[in-house]
């Protein structure tokens, strides 16, 4: 066969000794993007997508499809502040969710426009925190979706904006004390303060007075500890307790302080620990009651809710409320007690699929369910601050555009109180979750989503994840409806490291465990080709992110059993992964390459290092983002080019999207859409869709 004529790339005599191994590394030079070399060679890699996905017959029509569907817009549930409400809706012609605030009836007014911001779409609203009066809100803004925040603060009456910016606010929680006088939030030290190539962290806490300047805030927690550490914030809706949380990076485990505020001061709380050095998760709910809810996977992988008493903090003391469920995972709950019996509503996953349970505050004894619109995935359950009957939360499902439901405990009616404004038609599709046995014979589920009265062998695209603790849950996707509604078939493995099936599910499929992913994507493949769903060269696999270290250890593992491969923003040398990006906060995840027994297993799955001559790999599409400040592009770009030298199969190429002025994280619609259709577009191509 003749080979594609890629772009040129020097393979330089590289090689790493580490632990006494040998490890190559001929593409470092492309680890520097403004080397001319590098440049040179990105602008040819642009060159030869352009050419290429012009050929792609269905891009329009997915880009159509794809616009057309994601014209339901979006809605998320209320944030109550006495009769005050703040909440985010995207309507159909607008590219971002813009934030409205209204009270009791009276009209909407618009808070936050990330458009009118900035009219280039580049801008996007990372979060935002009201006050605990809604007179006061906080939020925090970046461009060109690089997620460095800036912090504001802004009158919600007036829509005066009062101050800001303060910078280095990335992932910064915001805790309010009572009065809007002063809030506790994060925020990195000034680079000159810190190691070089360390700028990424370096975390601190501290209190801010509105109305002074942030070179006057006051310290509060963080000196001398872990550089990668993350901190949470909060305090009580009296104001009496302040917690603050400590995990490192993203380490499924946190540290907890507490600190009565009316015992010490809010400048210098007198902070007790509460957990620290214990191998689990918890956080705190101060309830109208006085009694402090503790949400904590300790002793309790799928989750528990424990309650004691805020004066007496310690682990002896808690008290089992809602014990673990030993099939289902608790992901969230609500007081509800303006009632003659005061209950707590639990949210649960079973499989990934969301249920709401009623039960009485003293006892935790089940006394009933919350009706909920379908099968489907709960999110943002909310409740008045102050007390109520009242809850609220969101609802999607497959075929379904988020809304948001309200649930009356007086009558235990739920009834729809916003949906999504923008009125689309959906395709109709089937919806099946089958389970199947991965290779060491573990049970793992898979949602499977077809034309009706599916023929198969058919196109079909294989999407996992399989990291972090996070769970593949059904949810309203243009992308998938276009591909199903174009005769594909698309499936979503819920793979062991994800939180399906709780902490030990993630804990499977991580550090030494990883390799359980990988297997766990291959017996889906496997499972899906012996069922009669699709073919091996009928099959594309897609995952972003962690994801796409997935189908990039996939398509080195396993490179006959798929036809296709689109791997968005990937980690892909896990050698020298934590060197770039925020990757040192992911060593808890994976492992390190400083270490001789985490190298051992990390090289031995590392995609870019498993490329071998001789092996005809799937097509393959690598999308990045320049301004990803998570996962550097530099992963795909070496992963490339050593793809690339070794592809000997004219009829799978590799390609490379680079995308300029976009981050990992949140982009206008407009830029979604675009994505979508070449991803789209490029697996229909080869695996025969479009033909």
Not at 204 to 217: F, Q
Not at 585 to 613: C, M, Q
Not at 643 to 668: F, K, M
Request: net charge negative; aromatic share 10%; glycine share 10%.
């Amino acid at each position: 066969m003749t080979r594609q004529p890629y772009p040129p790339a020097r393979r330089d005599d590289v090689v790493d000794m580490l632990h006494g191994t040998p490890v190559p590394d001929p593409y470092r030079w492309l680890e520097s993007p403004e080397d001319p070399a590098s440049k040179e060679w990105l602008d040819a890699q642009d060159t030869l997508f352009e050419d290429a996905v012009d050929g792609f017959t269905s891009r329009e029509r997915f880009r159509g499809r794809v616009a057309e569907l994601m014209r339901s817009g979006t809605i998320g549930p209320p944030v109550w502040r006495g009769e005050r409400r703040f909440f985010m809706r995207r309507t159909p012609d607008q590219e971002h969710a813009v934030l409205y605030t209204a009270v009791g009836d009276s009209a909407e007014q618009v808070l936050l426009d990330p458009m009118k911001l900035d009219p280039s779409g580049l801008t996007t609203l990372d979060s935002w925190q009201p006050d605990k009066e809604g007179r006061l809100i906080a939020y925090q803004i970046s461009v060109g979706g690089d997620e460095e925040s800036n912090l504001y603060v802004m009158d919600v009456e007036s829509g005066n904006r009062l101050e800001g910016p303060i910078d280095r606010c990335r992932y910064s929680p915001i805790a309010w004390m009572p009065g809007g006088e002063s809030f506790y939030y994060v925020r990195r030290l000034p680079s000159d303060q810190v190691p070089a190539g360390e700028e990424q962290y370096h975390r601190r806490v501290y209190l801010h007075r509105v109305g002074t300047p942030d070179s006057a805030d006051t310290l509060i927690f963080g000196d001398g500890m872990e550089k990668t550490n993350y901190y949470g914030v909060t305090v009580s809706r009296d104001g009496r307790w302040l917690t603050i949380s400590a995990s490192r990076g993203t380490a499924p485990r946190n540290d907890l302080w507490l600190a009565d505020l009316t015992a010490s001061s809010p400048e210098a709380p007198a902070l007790a620990v509460v957990q620290q050095d214990v191998d689990a998760q918890s956080g705190f709910y101060f309830g109208r009651d006085g009694k402090m809810y503790v949400f904590t996977d300790r002793d309790a992988p799928r989750g528990r809710i424990c309650v004691t008493d805020p004066t007496t903090p310690g682990y002896e003391s808690w008290r089992d409320l809602i014990p673990e469920d030993p099939e289902a995972v608790l992901s969230d709950f609500a007081v509800l007690d303006d009632l003659p019996s005061p209950i707590m509503l639990v949210v649960w996953t079973r499989h990934a699929i969301s249920e709401v349970t009623v039960h009485n505050l003293t006892t935790g004894a089940r006394t009933g369910e919350v009706p909920t619109p379908g099968l489907g995935t709960i999110g943002g359950l909310t409740e008045r601050p102050e007390g109520g009957h009242e809850a609220w939360f969101a609802y999607t499902d497959n075929v379904t555009p988020p809304s948001v439901q309200r649930y009356d405990a007086r009558t235990g009616e739920t009834t729809l109180w916003a949906a999504s404004p923008g009125a689309v038609e959906v395709p109709h599709v089937h919806t099946e979750h089958v389970t199947y046995r991965s290779k060491d014979g573990t049970q793992v589920h898979m949602i499977l989503i077809s034309p009706p009265g599916r023929q198969g062998p058919r196109p079909t695209v294989l999407y996992g994840y399989g990291g972090f603790g996070l769970s593949m849950t059904p949810g309203y996707s243009a992308s998938i409806l276009a591909w199903v509604e174009s005769g594909g078939s698309y499936a979503i493995a819920q793979l062991r490291g994800g939180g399906e099936q709780g902490e030990e599910w993630h804990r499977a499929g991580m550090l030494g465990n990883k390799q359980n992913v990988f297997d766990d994507l291959h017996a889906a493949a496997e499972h899906l080709i012996a069922t009669g769903v699709t073919t091996a060269d009928r099959l594309g696999i897609s995952g972003g992110s962690n994801g796409g270290l997935l189908v990039g250890a996939a398509l080195t593992q396993r490179p006959e059993l798929y036809a296709a491969v689109a791997c968005s923003a990937p980690l892909l040398d896990m050698i020298r992964y934590e060197k770039f990006g925020l990757g040192a906060t992911w060593n808890v995840e994976y492992g390190s390459a400083d270490k001789a027994e985490d190298f051992r297993w990390l090289l031995a799955y590392s995609p870019y290092h498993r490329v071998r001559e001789g092996v005809t790999y799937p097509a393959t599409l690598f999308t990045v983002f320049n301004s990803d400040t998570r996962v550097h592009p530099l992963h795909a770009w070496k992963m490339c080019a050593a793809l690339q030298h070794v592809q000997t199969n004219p009829d799978r190429p590799i390609l490379l999207r680079n995308e300029s002025e976009a981050g990992h994280g949140a982009r206008a619609v407009s830029k979604t859409v675009e994505l979508a259709a070449d991803q789209l577009a490029f697996l229909a191509h080869y695996t025969g869709l479009s033909r």
